[in-house]
């Protein structure tokens, strides 16, 4: 399947990039990993007439991680994200995440930057960075401008960029990351997106939870995140009672919709579900204990 | 005028009178070590490039929407879905396909492996799989189960059952090792 017939430029820098975009006008579009875009457009679903492909910008891989903030550039590939926080033993929630998407191949070309610039309700990178209230960085044509992930995707399908604009780079404070988390999803098989996810992050202070952040992938048309959870948790240890509460509260909070995947109501018992492994996940590596899978495949 | 040709006209800077035209871009792609030149149209996919341009039709179309991993090649050293990508991103790539692993008419381990445990009934899906685990092996030389499993997650056999195949990149790492110490 051949997608329709398009220009190309490879751009040096984002700043180029962007003005290419904006020389090319409604027809433009970039490419990152295109492990989105190139399947949509042998579908014909989209049919740019000019790709601008980041892929030769070399300096937007990095990861860093002090200790205020953890920066991302955009094209850091899901595979070297995951591996690195992996390797470092750092963050297990986003090595869950970066190594729970799709399969290994689509892991070594896909990026985060597309991901979000994607704004699928159902990408696990979406879902994770609105829990922890993370922040990208945008470069354009009116200069560069910071805004929150949770501002960026306010709707499914169409992020927040105006003409021109690029996503350059994702932080994260490291405040959000304080404690143990974990990304647990719900997949058909490997190459599919989650039929639902649940990125929770709880800071201690000693057996009390002293902060809790939860989010959702796939059930609703944005990722969501559920900070009311954060009082119900405060000051509390966790039990089986406080884990059923906020596994309850989160099946009527979330926003799914029926589709191929599920009902509605399967998928708000599915939201308990891994609201439960989830913390089933991050109690088991709190205390040391064999954690079991965070992503579950069936069919 | 279609705006695609206004498009195309803003970015040569000059006008241009027939839709006929196709643009073209020169690539250079280091295929099993060899490095091959063409110039293709910005819309070839990297597999139709090994296909029907370098002629090494190894690497299969499978589903052709990114799914079945048939398609799966080494992008500089890492398994990738070839039927995903364009072949102007590859340019200056090192790609590997399946014609790589094996020397003359000698199997490497892997693919002595899959023939030894029956990994392979019609052999459609095969060159993927070999490319996957390939690239599963670098990664990671001492995988256990769960890791091959979840190293081959992206690829379909309709054939085996997975089980054979599951066993021979398990025996292939047993005889790598071997070979290394
Ligand atoms: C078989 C398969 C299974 C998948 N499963 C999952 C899954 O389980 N979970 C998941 O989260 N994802 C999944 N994905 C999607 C995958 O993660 C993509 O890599 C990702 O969504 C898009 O990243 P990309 O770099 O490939 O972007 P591209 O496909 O290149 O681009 C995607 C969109 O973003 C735009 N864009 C790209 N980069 C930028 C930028 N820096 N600034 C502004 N706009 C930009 C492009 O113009 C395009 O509109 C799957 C994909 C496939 C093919
Ligand atoms: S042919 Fe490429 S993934 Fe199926
Ligand atoms: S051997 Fe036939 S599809 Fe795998």
Known sequence: MYPSRFDYVKAASFAEASAALLQGGDGAKVLAGG?????MMKLRLLRPELIVDLGGIDDARDIVVDDDVIEIGALARHADIGNEFRAQNLCPIISDCALGIADAQVRNMGTIGGSLAEA????CWPALLVALDAAVLIEGPGGTRALRVRDLLRDAYTPDLAAGELITRIAVERAAL???GAFVAFKRAAPAYPTASVALQINYDGDRIAALRL???CLGLTPLAFDAASDMACGKTVTPALIADIAAAAS?????IDDAK???TYKRSLAAGLVTRAFNVVEARRTGAPAGETHQYYG | MSSRRAVRERLLGRRINTMAETMKIPVSITLNG??????????MLLVEFIREVAGQTGTHIGCDTSYCGACTVLVNGRPAKSCTLLAVQADGWSVNTVESLESGDTLNVLQQCFADKHALQCGFCTPGFLMAATGLLEQNPDPD???????LGGNVCRCTGYLPIIEAVRSAAVVIKERRS
């Open chain 1, 35 to 39: 492990q989105t875009l190139i399947p």
């Open chain 1, 120 to 123: 699928d309700p159902c990408s």
């Open chain 1, 178 to 180: 304080d404690g143990i």
């Open chain 1, 215 to 217: 989010g959702f992938g």
């Open chain 1, 252 to 256: 009527a909070f979330v926003e799914p």
């Open chain 1, 262 to 264: 599920g009902s509605e």
């Open chain 2, 34 to 43: 060899s490095i091959v030149r063409a110039d293709v149209e910005p819309r």
């Open chain 2, 145 to 151: 189960d769960k890791a091959i499993r979840k190293g």
